[in-house]
């Protein structure tokens, strides 16, 4: 049985986008490929389930990227590296600098690197950072990145390892996949004259996600339309009061807005279930992106088509006309106006919602581990 060694600075129990990358591809790597897969996570990791067929072995660092935690986790890469003839797949940032910290004298046979976006301007504007992350590209095999856009970002940026670079998209989590095809055989049809059109967002409480775009967007609506409008965000709490000023943004506009932290996957199922239309206008912020965006494929496998901006890899995630739509970033009008078409007529949600399904259950993450550990192509 061939071993596999998964490295991160995030996993379970913290619920991000790295951490949902981590367990789907551990899983599916155990599962559908019968790898023996051991993932070296942060102290206070664990498995979320114990069907996940995967070890978990928690190190002595806290998943930052300061100088302390790097060198505990590159401690912890030493340990693993003593298995030269595993595949080894360092998962995002944390350990990328890790790796380039040990600078180990023989590199691993198989060295895989995943990029998710972001890491990439900020390295950029790190000289020391980039140091380190240019040593790791150098042993790696292969180098991952979770969408087309991210994949061109990593090439321009470092074009030494352009040939090493692969995009592989992301798939929709295995709980959703389930929970979507028994509760749902096929998208639901919604009424075309609905006394309120609900509008759903999903995803961290924090500035990159646009939430307030959305907002000013439906503030600018006619007021006929303005006032049918209900707006729910869902998410984890951010650092911050950043629910807060959204509350305070949206009783300004005369935006009727909920907020609803840290659900259940039962509870936010039933958000998805009820919406009328899934909203995510992510922005550029601090040398932040997104780099594809698995909740567009969480409400797509319910029937929801999408409303985005089209920056990082999110253009991946919603194909435009076809599962959805996207906007210019930053074009608040654009959304405004959008939004008032599919208010007034409905009727094509049903067919992009229907679209947006085919896409999110299409595709597996034993598809996804797949193509991420297929030997590179011979140059």
């Not at 996993?11 to 986008?17: K, L, Q, T």
């Not at 790791?136 to 090493?164: C, G, M, Y």
């Not at 998208?187 to 609900?198: I, L, N, S, T, Y």
Request: charged letters at 15%; proline letters at 6%.
């Amino acid at each position: 049985m061939p071993a596999l060694h998964l490295f991160t600075h995030e996993f379970h129990p913290f619920r991000g986008g790295i951490a949902t990358y981590c367990h789907e591809f551990a899983q599916a790597a155990a599962h559908a490929h019968s790898y023996d897969v051991t993932v070296h996570a942060p102290a206070g990791a664990s498995a979320p389930d114990s069907s996940c067929g995967y070890t978990v072995s928690a190190g002595r660092h806290r998943g930052t990227h300061n100088p302390s935690c790097l060198l505990r986790s590159s401690r912890q890469l030493k340990q693993a590296l003593k298995n030269n003839d595993a595949t080894f797949l360092l998962a995002e940032p944390g350990p990328i600098l890790a790796y380039g910290l040990l600078r180990p004298k023989t590199a691993p046979i198989d060295l895989v690197i995943t990029l998710h976006g972001s890491e990439i301007q900020r390295w950029q504007n790190n000289r020391l950072a980039r140091r380190l992350a240019l040593r790791s590209f150098n042993d790696a095999s292969t180098i991952l990145t979770v969408s087309q856009p991210i994949a061109a970002l990593a090439q321009e940026a470092f074009p030494q390892f352009a040939h090493k670079v692969r995009a592989v998209c992301n798939a929709l989590p295995v709980a959703f996949m389930q929970q979507a095809t028994v509760t749902q055989a096929a998208p639901v049809e919604r009424p075309a004259a609905a006394e309120h059109f609900h509008i759903l967002s999903v995803g961290r409480l924090h500035p990159r996600k646009g939430y307030d775009q959305m907002i000013q967007a439906i503030a600018r609506l006619p007021p006929e339309f303005k006032n049918r409008v209900r707006y729910t965000v869902v998410g984890g709490r951010g650092k911050g009061n950043y629910d807060h000023a959204l509350q305070q943004l949206a009783q300004h506009e005369g935006v009727q807005l909920t907020i609803e932290l840290d659900l259940s996957n039962e509870q936010l199922t039933a958000h998805y279930q009820q919406a009328d239309l899934f909203c995510l206008t992510s922005v550029p912020y601090r040398n932040s992106v997104e780099g594809f965006g698995l909740v567009y494929l969480e409400a797509g496998a319910y029937g929801l088509p999408a409303l985005a901006y089209d920056t990082g890899g999110v253009r991946d995630a919603v194909h435009d006309g076809v599962t959805g739509r996207l906007i210019r970033s930053g074009d608040i009008p654009a959304l405004t106006r959008q939004l008032q078409r599919w208010i007034e007529d409905p009727n094509p949600l049903a067919a992009l919602g229907r679209a947006a399904r085919e896409k999110a259950l299409s595709r597996t993450w034993a598809d996804v581990v797949a193509a991420s550990l297929a030997p590179q192509p011979t140059q």
